[in-house]
C-alpha cells in the first residue's frame, strides 16, 4: 500500500481543531439554574454516558476522509523472466549393489539408496527454473518422470524410488539412451543428463562409450557420480534363522569407464564416498549448471481510495444524525 498525496496527512492536524469548533461547550447556557448540586444528584442516563460517541465518530469520519484525499493505492508486482533454459535428466541406480550400507544420514547408518534418494530431491527443490526428468534404473531404465517443471511431484516420484524396482543388473549405457530419448526433442538451450552409479556396466545392448558419444553428437552433457566406497562394504543378509546380520562385500564401480563418459560429453566426473561429499558434488552441479536469469518487474497499481471516502461518509452521516438527538447539544 502506497500513498499518491502522502502530504495530505499533514491535515490530521486540523482535526483536534474542528472537533473543538464542533463539540466546545456554548459560553451560554441553555438553561439556567440558581445551584447546580442539585443537578449533580440526579442519575446519570444513557445519553449523558454516550455522550463521547458524536465526538469520536466526527473525528474517524474526518480521518477517513483525508486517507481518502491521500489517495492509498494497492501495487500488484509482475515479473517478467527471460532465462536461458535447461532441461536436465536425472539416472539413479537401483540395482542391489545400492543396498550397501557405507553412509551415514542424520546420525544413523543407511544404505546408498536413500542417501541418493535424499540428496536428489534437495537438487530438485534448487532447480527452480529448469525442465528435470528422473529414471531408474538397473538391468533395464525405468522412466519415473518425464521433463516437466512440477518440482513438488518430482520430488514425490523420487521418494517412491526402491532398490531392484526393475529386474537387477547395471545398464549404464542403456540408461544414458533412455536419457536421451527424454533429450532428443528438447528446445532448451542446454541439456544436461546427471548419472548416478555404484557398478560396473553388465547389462544393455549400448556400451557405455556408445551412448557417451550419441550424447556428445546430441550436445548433451553428462556429470558421472560413482557413489560408494571402492573396498569393502557392508551388506545386510539374512542367517538359515531370518534373522538379519551383514556380510562384508567387495563393492566396487568402473571409475575409469565414468571418467571416460564425462569426457566425451564435455561433463565432470565425481567420486562420492560419504553423505557430504555427494551433496557437495550436487551443490557443484548446481553451480556448473547455471544460466542467467534477467528478470523485468512491473507495478501495477490499484486505487483503494473509495473505501475510505464511503467509511467517511458513512460515518460523518451517522455522527450528524445522533446529534440532532439526544446525544446532541440540545437539552
Known sequence: MIWAWPWMAALVLCVPVLCYWRFAPRRRAPLRFSDGRALRRLPRSWAVRARFVPPVLYCAGLLALIAALAQPQHGIDERRINREAIDMVLLIDVSSSMLAEDFHLDGRRVNRMEVCVHTAQEFIRRRRNDRISVIAFAGVPFVMAPLTFDHGWLQQQVGRIEIAMVQDGTAIGSAIASGLNRL??????SKVI???TDG????????PENAARAAAALGVRV??????????????????FGRQHYVQRRAVFDEEQLKRIADITGGQYFHADDTEALRQIYEAIDELERTEIEVHEYTRYEERF??????AIGLLTLERVLSLGRLGRWP
Open 306 to 311: 473509495m473505501a475510505f471516502l464511503w467509511w
Open 223 to 240: 556429470h558421472a557420480i560413482g557413489a560408494g566406497t571402492q573396498d569393502y562394504a557392508p551388506f545386510p543378509a539374512r542367517d538359515p
Open 194 to 196: 546427471v548419472l548416478l
Open 184 to 189: 532428443r526433442d528438447s528446445e532448451a538451450e
Open 200 to 207: 560396473v556396466n553388465n547389462a544393455g545392448n549400448i556400451s
